[in-house]
C-alpha cells in the first residue's frame, strides 16, 4: 500500500475527473426530471457542437462566438428532436425513450465521423482561454477550466433544483415528465413547456460538451460514450435526485484516480463507475415492490 | 388483434420519408463516392473538411521539382493493361491510416501520368477495415480472389499481418507494408518501410538512456500486441542498468491529468518517461502534463514515432523544445532538402488531395512503399505475376529511398527489419528539428540482434 | 406497463394449435428449401469474402436470435450482448487452446460457462425493471470490457488466463476438423445457427413461451396468475446467454484471432439497434438484424462507401421502429409488399386481393 503522499495528486485530478462525470450525469439527471427522457444523446449533442466551434475557430471566428454557436448548435438540434420526436413517445415506457435517442446518438456519431474525418497523423483539441491561469494546490497545478467546470456541477445542480421545484415553469415541466395528458388537462400549455424544456436541455448539453471537449479530449468517440461513464452516477441517484447524482459523480471520480498508485488495481480502475453504479443499484433495489404505475419504483 | 393507438397519418408519411430519405441517402453516397474498392487517381474520397493540417509551412527547399520526375517516360499517360495491387487499412472512428495507401496511390497516379511500368499503369485497390478479424481476412480474399491483384503495397493496420500472415505466405505474397502487429516484422513475407511501435519505442527508450537518465516509465496504449512492444524497451533498459516501469493505458484516453501525475510520479526527477500512442492520445498526456505544470518535473520526455508530426509541435509549444525527443523513423520533410524529398512534396501536393493528413511521417511511408514497389515492378521482364511480382519485391536489395537512414532490402530472411536506423527530433517552436542524427537501434533487444544476423547491417543512404 | 416495446407479438397466437395445418407445412417447406439453398448454393455462388461475411451473419444472427428472446418475448432490454458474447469467444478459445476436444465438445462447454455466468450476474439485476435493468447491463458490460482489456484473449499462452502478450507469433485458433476451410466452416455455423433456432422454437412453442408472453403482457399480472416471474425471466436470461456464448464459440473458430478492441461496448449499442430495425417479435428478424450488422457493412465496404452511412441509418431505424413500426422490418416489409402488390394490381386494373390477408 503506497504512502498517503502517493494519493495527493489523485485527489485533485479525481476531483477534476468528477467534475467531468457531474457535469454530464447532472445534465442527463436535469433532463429526465423536466422531460421524463434520458437524452443519451447528451454527449454526442454536445460533441458537435464543440466540433462545429472548433471548425469555425479555425476560420478565425472569434472565440466567443464560436462558443455562442456551439451552444446554440447543441439546442437546435435537441429542440428539434423533442419536438419531433417527444409527442410521438411521449405515452411510452422511459425506457422506450431512451432507446430512441440512441438512435439520434448513432445519427449524430455516424455524422460526425463524416464530417470531421478521423486521420491518423492528427488530432484535434479545443481550448478555452480558461485553461491558461490557475494555481496550486501542493505540487499539482489546477487551471481555471476545471474550476470552472465542477463550478458549473454545482450551479447547474443548484439552480436547476432551485428552478424545478420553485418556478411555475419549473413545476409544469416537472408533471409533463410525470404524465403529459393529465398535465394538459390542466391547461398547461404543454407545447410550449416541452419545448423550453428541450430547449433548455440543449443549451445545457451545448455548454457540458465545450467544457468537455477541454477537459477530457475533442474527439467525437470520447464525447460521445462519456455518458456511458457518467451514467453510473445517474444510477446510483435513482435517476432522481440532482444532488445526490452530483455527489456521486465526484465520488466516482475520487476513487477512479485514487486507485491509481495502487498497481494491482490501476489497470480494472476504468472500472469503478461501473463497478459502482451495479453495487449502488442493486443495494438500493433490495427491497422492491411491484407496482402497476408507470414510475419506475 | 393489435391494440394500437390511433395513427395519424401523418406519422406514416413520417415513417416513409426517413426509410426514404435514408435510402437516398445511401445512395446518394454510393454514387458520389468516385469508386468501388479501387480507388482512382487523385480523386478524394472523403467529404471536403476543415481538418487538414496546414501545409502552409513552405518547405524549406525553393528548388521547382516537376513530378514528372517519378515515371520513366514524363508525360506519356501509361495505357497497357493495369497492374493490380492491393492493400488493407484501418480506417475506424479515431484511428485511420488511410492517408499511407492514398499517398501510394497518389505516387503511382503521378507514375501513371508519366509512362507508368513499361507503359502499364497501376491500380491500387485499398481494403479498408474497422479491426475485425473477420473483416480483416475477408478483405485479404476479395483482393486476390476477386481483384487478383499481384502483389499487396501499402498495409497500415493495427492487426492486419496477425490476422493474414499465413495466407500471404501460403499464395506467396511477400508484402511491403507500414508495420504495427509483430508479424509485419516477425514473418518471412511482410517487410516494412518503418520501424513499428518496439522499434521504435527502442530508438526513444536508446535515446534516454543516452542522456543518462536513472529510470524509464514506458507508457503505451492498450492495443495488441504491448508484450511484445515492452519487451524491446525493457531488453535495453536492462542492458543499461536502469530499471524500467512498464505502463499501458486504455484507448482514448478520458483522464488524462492522472495518467501524467502516474508517469510523473513513477519516473522521478532524474527519469524519463517514454510515450508510444497514437498523435491524439500522446497529445493529450502531453497538454495535461503541461496545464498541471508536471513537464519539468522529469528529466525528459520521449515518444515513438508518432509524436513526430509538426501538428504536435505547434499544438504543443515552446515548453518542450529540448524537453520532447520524438524518435523519427523516416528523414524529417522539414529540413531535408534532397530531390526525393522535394518529389514528395511535390507529389503530395498534385495528386494527393485524398491525402488529408499533407506532409508528415504517414504520407512519406506510403510514398516511400510505392517508391519501393514501382523500382521492383520496373525490374520485371514478361508478365506481372504473382510469381514474378513478388519475386521482384523479395530481389529489392540496398535501395536508396530518400527517406530512410538507410539503404533498404527485402531480401528471403524469415523475418525483416529493415528499418533500424533512425534520428531523434524535437520540435522546435512549431517545427520537429534534429536533435539526434541517424543512429542505429542497438542490437540489445533480440530481434534485432536476429534480424542483422541473417541480413547483416545496411549501408548509409547518401542524401538523394 | 413493463418495458413493452408497444406491439403484442403475435407469438401467442401460434401456440394453442397443436397439429400443424396446410399452410403451415408449405411454410416448413419453403424454408427448409431456403436452408438448402444456403447451406449448398452459397459456397458455390459466392466469393470467398462474401462466405467470410455469411458467416460473420449466421454467427450474429445467433446473437440477435438472444437478443430477440430477452427483449421480444420478456422485455429485457440489453445493453450489454456483445459482451456476453466476448465471455463465450474469451472461453471457447481458452478450452480449444487448452484441449483437444472435440469442437462440438467446446460449443457446448462455451454455452454453459456463458450461461452459468450470464445467470450469476444477471439474477440479481433481475429484481431491477425497465430502464434501470437496461442500464445496469450496459453498466455490467462496461465493467466486462474494461476486465477483458487488462486480460485479453487467449492466444496459446498458459496459465488460466492463456496470454502471452509477448508471441512475436500468434497461433490461431483451430477449427474443427470437418470444417477447416471457409465455405465448410460456413455450413457449420449455419447448422449451428439452425439448432440454436430450433431451440428458441421449442421454447416459444411451449410453457415458456406462453410464460414470457404472460410476463411481457403485464408483470404483476402474470405474478397474481401464479406465475413464477423470477424463474422464467432467469429461463430466458439463460437461454440467452447460451446461445450467444454458443455464437462466441463459433466466432472464435471463425475469426482464428481474438482482440479485445474487438468487442467495444458501443457495438452493444449498434446490436440493439439492428436487433429493433430487424423485429424482435419474429425469429426472422433476428436474421435480418444480423445482415443489417454484418452483410450490408461488408457490401458497403466494397462499394467504397463510408460505414458511418450505416451507422446513420441504424439511428434512423431506431428512431423508425420505435415511433412507427415497433414490430421492425421483419414484420413491415411483408406488410410493405403486399401493400405494394394490391397497388400494382390495382394499377393493373385486376381485382384486388382481399385486404388483411398478411404474414
Known amino acids: 500500500m503506497p504512502p498517503w503522499s502517493d494519493f495527493e495528486p489523485f485527489i485533485v485530478s479525481g476531483l477534476a475527473l468528477g467534475g467531468v462525470y457531474a457535469l454530464s450525469g447532472?445534465?442527463?439527471?436535469?433532463?429526465?426530471?423536466?422531460?421524463?427522457?434520458?437524452?443519451?444523446?447528451?454527449?454526442?449533442?454536445?460533441?458537435?457542437?464543440?466540433?462545429?466551434?472548433?471548425?469555425?475557430?479555425?476560420?478565425?471566428?472569434?472565440?466567443?462566438?464560436?462558443?455562442?454557436?456551439?451552444?446554440?448548435?447543441?439546442?437546435?438540434?435537441?429542440?428539434?428532436?423533442?419536438?419531433?420526436?417527444?409527442?410521438?413517445?411521449?405515452?411510452?415506457?422511459?425506457?422506450?425513450?431512451?432507446?430512441?435517442?440512441?438512435?439520434?446518438?448513432?445519427?449524430?456519431?455516424?455524422?460526425?465521423?463524416?464530417?470531421w474525418t478521423s486521420s491518423g497523423g492528427q488530432a484535434r483539441s479545443e481550448s478555452l482561454p480558461t485553461d491558461n491561469g490557475g494555481f496550486s494546490i501542493g505540487q499539482i497545478q489546477v487551471d481555471w477550466t476545471q474550476v470552472i467546470a465542477l463550478a458549473a456541477g454545482v450551479v447547474i445542480t443548484?439552480?436547476?433544483?432551485?428552478?424545478?421545484?420553485?418556478?411555475?415553469?419549473?413545476?409544469?415541466?416537472?408533471?409533463?415528465?410525470?404524465?403529459?395528458?393529465?398535465?394538459?388537462?390542466?391547461?398547461?400549455?404543454?407545447?410550449?413547456?416541452?419545448?423550453?424544456?428541450?430547449?433548455?436541455?440543449?443549451?445545457?448539453?451545448?455548454?457540458?460538451?465545450?467544457?468537455?471537449?477541454?477537459?477530457?479530449?475533442?474527439?467525437?468517440?470520447?464525447?460521445?460514450?462519456?455518458?456511458?461513464?457518467?451514467?453510473?452516477?445517474?444510477?446510483?441517484?435513482?435517476?432522481?435526485?440532482?444532488?445526490?447524482?452530483?455527489?456521486?459523480?465526484?465520488?466516482?471520480?475520487?476513487?477512479?484516480?485514487?486507485?491509481?498508485?495502487?498497481?494491482?488495481l490501476s489497470n480494472y480502475q476504468n472500472m469503478t463507475p461501473f463497478v459502482l453504479a451495479a453495487a449502488g443499484l442493486l443495494v438500493m433495489s433490495r427491497r422492491r415492490v411491484m407496482t402497476q404505475s408507470r414510475e419506475e419504483a | 388483434m393489435r391494440a394500437q393507438m390511433p395513427r395519424a397519418p401523418r406519422a406514416v408519411q413520417a415513417r416513409r420519408t426517413i426509410v426514404l430519405a435514408a435510402a437516398i441517402a445511401i445512395a446518394a453516397a454510393g454514387c458520389s463516392s468516385s469508386s468501388s474498392s479501387s480507388s482512382t487517381t487523385g480523386t478524394s474520397t472523403?467529404?471536403?473538411?476543415?481538418?487538414?493540417?496546414?501545409?502552409?509551412?513552405?518547405?524549406?527547399?525553393?528548388?521547382?521539382?516537376?513530378?514528372?520526375?517519378?515515371?520513366?517516360?514524363?508525360?506519356?499517360?501509361?495505357?497497357?493493361?493495369?497492374?493490380?495491387?492491393?492493400?488493407?487499412?484501418?480506417?475506424?472512428?479515431?484511428?485511420?491510416?488511410?492517408?499511407?495507401?492514398?499517398?501510394?496511390?497518389?505516387?503511382?497516379?503521378?507514375?501513371?501520368?508519366?509512362?507508368?511500368?513499361?507503359?502499364?499503369?497501376?491500380?491500387?485497390?485499398?481494403?479498408?477495415?474497422?479491426?475485425?478479424?473477420?473483416?480483416?481476412?475477408?478483405?485479404?480474399?476479395?483482393?486476390?480472389?476477386?481483384?487478383?491483384?499481384?502483389?499487396?503495397?501499402?498495409?497500415?493496420?493495427?492487426?492486419?499481418?496477425?490476422?493474414?500472415?499465413?495466407?500471404?505466405?501460403?499464395?506467396?505474397?511477400?508484402?511491403?507494408?507500414?508495420?504495427?502487429?509483430?508479424?509485419?516484422?516477425?514473418?518471412?513475407?511482410?517487410?516494412?518501410?518503418?520501424?513499428?511501435?518496439?522499434?521504435?519505442?527502442?530508438?526513444?527508450?536508446?535515446?534516454?538512456?543516452?542522456?543518462?537518465?536513472?529510470?524509464?516509465?514506458?507508457?503505451?496504449?492498450?492495443?495488441?500486441?504491448?508484450?511484445?512492444?515492452?519487451?524491446?524497451?525493457?531488453?535495453?533498459?536492462?542492458?543499461?542498468?536502469?530499471?524500467?516501469?512498464?505502463?499501458?493505458?486504455?484507448?482514448?484516453?478520458?483522464?488524462?491529468?492522472?495518467?501524467?501525475?502516474?508517469?510523473?510520479?513513477?519516473?522521478?526527477?532524474?527519469?524519463?518517461?517514454?510515450?508510444?500512442?497514437?498523435?491524439?492520445?500522446?497529445?493529450?498526456?502531453?497538454?495535461?502534463?503541461?496545464?498541471?505544470?508536471?513537464?519539468?518535473?522529469?528529466?525528459?520526455?520521449?515518444?515513438?514515432?508518432?509524436?513526430?508530426t509538426d501538428f504536435l509541435a505547434q499544438s504543443l509549444g515552446p515548453k518542450w523544445n529540448n524537453k520532447l525527443f520524438v524518435n523519427a523513423e523516416l528523414l524529417p520533410p522539414d529540413v531535408t532538402n534532397t530531390t526525393t524529398m522535394n518529389l514528395y512534396k511535390a507529389i503530395l501536393k498534385q495528386y494527393g488531395s485524398a491525402v488529408s493528413g499533407g506532409i508528415g511521417s504517414f504520407s512519406q511511408m506510403g510514398f516511400t512503399e510505392a517508391e519501393i514497389a514501382v523500382h521492383a515492378l520496373d525490374s520485371v521482364t514478361g508478365a506481372y505475376t504473382v510469381q514474378s511480382v513478388n519475386a521482384a519485391f523479395q530481389a529489392v536489395s540496398n535501395f536508396n529511398t530518400g527517406m530512410l537512414c538507410q539503404l533498404w532490402s527485402y531480401g528471403s530472411y524469415s523475418l525483416h527489419i529493415p528499418n533500424n536506423d533512425d534520428s531523434t527530433v524535437t520540435p522546435d517552436n512549431g517545427k520537429m528539428v534534429t536533435a539526434q542524427g541517424c543512429t542505429q537501434i542497438s542490437s540489445v533487444d533480440p530481434q534485432i540482434a536476429q534480424y542483422r544476423s541473417l541480413a547483416g547491417t545496411a549501408a548509409a543512404a547518401p542524401a538523394s | 406497463m413493463g418495458a413493452d416495446l408497444g406491439l403484442r407479438s403475435t407469438a401467442g397466437r401460434q401456440t394453442s394449435r397443436r397439429r400443424p395445418g396446410r399452410p403451415q407445412l408449405i411454410r416448413a417447406a419453403v424454408i427448409t428449401v431456403l436452408l438448402l439453398f444456403v447451406l449448398f448454393g452459397f459456397p458455390q455462388l459466392l466469393s470467398l469474402y462474401y462466405i467470410d461475411t455469411m458467416t460473420q451473419v449466421a454467427v450474429y444472427s445467433m446473437v440477435t436470435l438472444a437478443l430477440g428472446v430477452l427483449v421480444g418475448r420478456v422485455g429485457l432490454v440489453s445493453l450489454g450482448q456483445v459482451a456476453v458474447l466476448a465471455i463465450g469467444a474469451w472461453v471457447a478459445a481458452r478450452l480449444l487452446f487448452a484441449t483437444a476436444q472435440p469442437y462440438p465438445v467446446i460449443l457446448l462447454e462455451a454455452g454453459l460457462i456463458t450461461m452459468v455466468a450470464g445467470m450469476v450476474t444477471g439474477l440479481p439485476a433481475l429484481r431491477l425493471r425497465g430502464l434501470y435493468l437496461a442500464l445496469i447491463t450496459l453498466m455490467l458490460a462496461g465493467a466486462i470490457t474494461v476486465v477483458l482489456a487488462t486480460v485479453n484473449f487467449p492466444n496459446g499462452g498458459h496459465g488460466f488466463l492463456g496470454y502471452n502478450g509477448s508471441l512475436v507469433h500468434i497461433p490461431p485458433?483451430?477449427?474443427?476438423?470437418?470444417?477447416?476451410?471457409?465455405?465448410?466452416?460456413?455450413?457449420?455455423?449455419?447448422?449451428?445457427?439452425?439448432?440454436?433456432?430450433?431451440?428458441?422454437?421449442?421454447?416459444?412453442?411451449?410453457?415458456?413461451?406462453?410464460?414470457?408472453?404472460?410476463?411481457?403482457?403485464?408483470?404483476?399480472?402474470?405474478?397474481?396468475?401464479?406465475?413464477?416471474?423470477?424463474?422464467?425471466?432467469?429461463?430466458?436470461?439463460?437461454?440467452?446467454?447460451?446461445?450467444?456464448?454458443?455464437?462466441?464459440?463459433?466466432?472464435?473458430?471463425?475469426?482464428?484471432?481474438?482482440?479485445?478492441?474487438?468487442?467495444?461496448?458501443?457495438?452493444?449499442?449498434?446490436?440493439?439497434?439492428?436487433?429493433?430495425?430487424?423485429?424482435?417479435?419474429?425469429?426472422?428478424?433476428?436474421?435480418?438484424?444480423?445482415?443489417?450488422?454484418?452483410?450490408?457493412?461488408?457490401?458497403?465496404?466494397?462499394?467504397?462507401?463510408?460505414?458511418?452511412?450505416?451507422?446513420?441509418?441504424?439511428?434512423?431505424?431506431?428512431?423508425?421502429?420505435?415511433?412507427?413500426?415497433?414490430?421492425?422490418?421483419?414484420?413491415?416489409?411483408?406488410?410493405?409488399?403486399?401493400?405494394?402488390?394490391?397497388?400494382?394490381?390495382?394499377?393493373?386494373?385486376?381485382?384486388?386481393?382481399?385486404?388483411g390477408k398478411t404474414t
Open chain 1, 26 to 115: 447532472v445534465g442527463l439527471v436535469v433532463l429526465y426530471r423536466a422531460t421524463g427522457v434520458l437524452y443519451l444523446a447528451f454527449g454526442a449533442v454536445g460533441a458537435m457542437g464543440a466540433l462545429i466551434a472548433w471548425s469555425l475557430g479555425r476560420e478565425n471566428v472569434p472565440g466567443w462566438l464560436t462558443w455562442l454557436v456551439c451552444i446554440a448548435a447543441a439546442a437546435v438540434i435537441t429542440l428539434g428532436y423533442g419536438l419531433i420526436f417527444g409527442p410521438a413517445l411521449a405515452k411510452r415506457d422511459p425506457l422506450v425513450k431512451a432507446v430512441a435517442t440512441i438512435g439520434l446518438t448513432l445519427i449524430l456519431y455516424g455524422l460526425m465521423d463524416l464530417l
Open chain 1, 158 to 264: 443548484v439552480g436547476t433544483g432551485v428552478f424545478l421545484r420553485y418556478t411555475k415553469l419549473g413545476t409544469a415541466m416537472r408533471a409533463m415528465a410525470n404524465d403529459r395528458e393529465i398535465t394538459a388537462t390542466l391547461g398547461v400549455p404543454v407545447r410550449k413547456v416541452e419545448a423550453a424544456a428541450w430547449l433548455g436541455c440543449g443549451v445545457l448539453a451545448g455548454v457540458a460538451g465545450l467544457l468537455l471537449a477541454d477537459l477530457a479530449a475533442l474527439d467525437a468517440t470520447t464525447l460521445t460514450f462519456l455518458v456511458i461513464s457518467s451514467l453510473a452516477a445517474v444510477l446510483i441517484a435513482r435517476l432522481r435526485s440532482i444532488t445526490l447524482t452530483f455527489a456521486a459523480a465526484i465520488l466516482i471520480g475520487l476513487l477512479h484516480d485514487l486507485l491509481t498508485p495502487i498497481t494491482a
Open chain 2, 46 to 308: 472523403s467529404t471536403a473538411t476543415s481538418t487538414a493540417t496546414s501545409t502552409a509551412s513552405a518547405p524549406a527547399s525553393t528548388s521547382a521539382v516537376s513530378t514528372s520526375q517519378c515515371g520513366t517516360k514524363p508525360g506519356a499517360a501509361a495505357t497497357g493493361t493495369p497492374i493490380a495491387l492491393g492493400a488493407i487499412v484501418t480506417n475506424q472512428p479515431g484511428t485511420s491510416f488511410t492517408d499511407i495507401p492514398n499517398m501510394a496511390n497518389a505516387y503511382f497516379a503521378c507514375v501513371n501520368a508519366n509512362g507508368g511500368i513499361n507503359g502499364h499503369p497501376i491500380k491500387l485497390y485499398i481494403e479498408t477495415e474497422q479491426t475485425n478479424p473477420a473483416q480483416i481476412a475477408a478483405d485479404a480474399k476479395q483482393l486476390v480472389q476477386t481483384d487478383h491483384v499481384v502483389g499487396i503495397v501499402g498495409n497500415t493496420s493495427i492487426i492486419e499481418c496477425s490476422v493474414d500472415s499465413s495466407y500471404w505466405q501460403k499464395l506467396g505474397y511477400d508484402i511491403i507494408d507500414s508495420g504495427i502487429a509483430p508479424e509485419c516484422y516477425s514473418t518471412p513475407n511482410s517487410a516494412a518501410v518503418n520501424m513499428g511501435p518496439r522499434y521504435s519505442s527502442d530508438g526513444a527508450v536508446q535515446y534516454a538512456l543516452s542522456q543518462h537518465v536513472n529510470k524509464i516509465v514506458f507508457d503505451q496504449s492498450n492495443v495488441p500486441g504491448t508484450g511484445y512492444i515492452a519487451a524491446g524497451p525493457a531488453a535495453l533498459a536492462k542492458a543499461a542498468n536502469v530499471p524500467i516501469v512498464q505502463l499501458t493505458e486504455n484507448v482514448p484516453i478520458s483522464d488524462a491529468d492522472s495518467v501524467a501525475i502516474k508517469e510523473v510520479d513513477d519516473a522521478g526527477p532524474n527519469g524519463a518517461v517514454v510515450l508510444n500512442f497514437t498523435p491524439p492520445e500522446a497529445l493529450v498526456i502531453l497538454q495535461a502534463a503541461q496545464k498541471l505544470g508536471l513537464e519539468d518535473r522529469v528529466k525528459l520526455w520521449g515518444c515513438s514515432t508518432p509524436c513526430n
Open chain 3, 173 to 355: 485458433i483451430r477449427r474443427p476438423s470437418v470444417a477447416g476451410s471457409d465455405p465448410a466452416y460456413f455450413r457449420y455455423a449455419v447448422i449451428v445457427a439452425i439448432l440454436m433456432f430450433l431451440l428458441v422454437l421449442a421454447h416459444t412453442k411451449t410453457k415458456p413461451g406462453r410464460a414470457w408472453a404472460a410476463i411481457r403482457q403485464s408483470e404483476p399480472a402474470a405474478l397474481a396468475a401464479g406465475i413464477n416471474t423470477t424463474l422464467y425471466k432467469l429461463w430466458a436470461l439463460a437461454l440467452a446467454s447460451f446461445i450467444t456464448g454458443v455464437a462466441g464459440g463459433v466466432l472464435a473458430g471463425a475469426v482464428h484471432y481474438l482482440y479485445s478492441i474487438g468487442f467495444p461496448t458501443q457495438d452493444s449499442i449498434t446490436l440493439l439497434a439492428v436487433t429493433l430495425m430487424g423485429g424482435v417479435y419474429s425469429m426472422w428478424g433476428a436474421v435480418v438484424a444480423a445482415l443489417l450488422y454484418q452483410f450490408l457493412p461488408a457490401l458497403l465496404n466494397n462499394w467504397g462507401v463510408s460505414a458511418d452511412w450505416l451507422t446513420i441509418l441504424f439511428g434512423l431505424g431506431v428512431l423508425q421502429v420505435l415511433t412507427t413500426a415497433p414490430a421492425g422490418l421483419a414484420d413491415q416489409v411483408p406488410k410493405d409488399l403486399a401493400r405494394l402488390a394490391r397497388l400494382l394490381s390495382r394499377l393493373l386494373g385486376r381485382r384486388t386481393p382481399a385486404p
